[in-house]
T-cell receptor
Framework: KAGVTQTPRYLIKTRGQQVTLSCSPI?????VSWYQQTPGQGLQFLFE???????NKGNFPGRFSGRQFSNSRSEMNVSTLELGDSALYLC?????????????FGPGTRLTVT | SQQGEEDPQALSIQEGENATMNCSYK?????LQWYRQNSGRGLVHLIL?????REKHSGRLRVTLDTSKKSSSLLITASRAADTASYFC?????????FGGGTRLMVKP
């Protein structure tokens, strides 16, 4: 099976802009979770989608949003970018909901906000 | 805030030696997972231990879980240079995975 893919791999944006990141899960996986990784805050859970529904959300402002399509592909959007949004954004897929099982991670999208 | 905290934050050993990393967490969990991350890349799942299990093995990896102390340890035996990476514990509680700060392991050839 092909692994989790994320596009783009690298992105440079300017403060105030918005960005959309994409994640394609492993075939057959219906759960997609998003994480933000920074040197200061570590790995933080953003949200989980299962069967096109957001199941859980981490402690992030409303500027961070996401969605999942019927083919389980997911996108996350960050509006009004701030310098502090510079991070590695990771998505992970799993067969079941609730992050109860093994998570398969993509390579990440490195976002730099200038 | 982070549910799990790893100890030590960094560890440097010689090839062939064993490496032990510890993880402490704060609340009741469904399971605890360990992941490895090579420099700035995606995480790779290593092992999952359920809350009713005390010990689990996978190849050169041994994980223990003590729910009374809210702690877990990961032992890598006979380490190799290729084991150089960051290791994270992640606890599942309330259908969310919460990661610790990680242990940076360096294995010198």
């Amino acid at each position: 099976k092909a692994g989790v893919t994320q596009t783009p791999r690298y992105l440079i944006k300017t403060r105030g802009q918005q960005v959309t990141l994409s994640c394609s899960p492993i075939s057959g996986h219906r759960s997609v979770s998003w994480y933000q990784q920074t040197p200061g805050q570590g790995l933080q859970f953003l949200f989980e989608y299962f069967s096109e529904t957001q199941r859980n959300k981490g402690n992030f402002p409303g500027r961070f949003s996401g969605r999942q399509f019927s083919n389980s592909r997911s996108e996350m959007n960050v509006s009004t970018l701030e310098l502090g949004d510079s991070a590695l954004y990771l998505c992970a897929s799993s067969a079941g909901a609730g992050n109860l099982g093994e998570q398969y991670f993509g390579p990440g999208t490195r976002l730099t906000v200038t | 805030s982070q549910q799990g905290e790893e100890d030590p934050q960094a560890l440097s050993i010689q090839e062939g030696e064993n490496a032990t990393m510890n993880c402490s967490y704060k609340t009741s969990i469904n399971n605890l997972q360990w992941y490895r991350q090579n420099s700035g890349r995606g995480l790779v799942h290593l092992i999952l231990i359920r809350s009713n299990e005390r010990e689990k093995h996978s190849g050169r990896l041994r994980v223990t879980l003590d729910t009374s102390k809210k702690s877990s340890s990961l032992l890598i035996t006979a380490s190799r240079a290729a084991d150089t990476a960051s290791y994270f514990c992640a606890t599942n509680a309330g259908n969310m995975l919460t990661f610790g700060g990680g242990t940076r392991l360096m294995v010198k050839p």
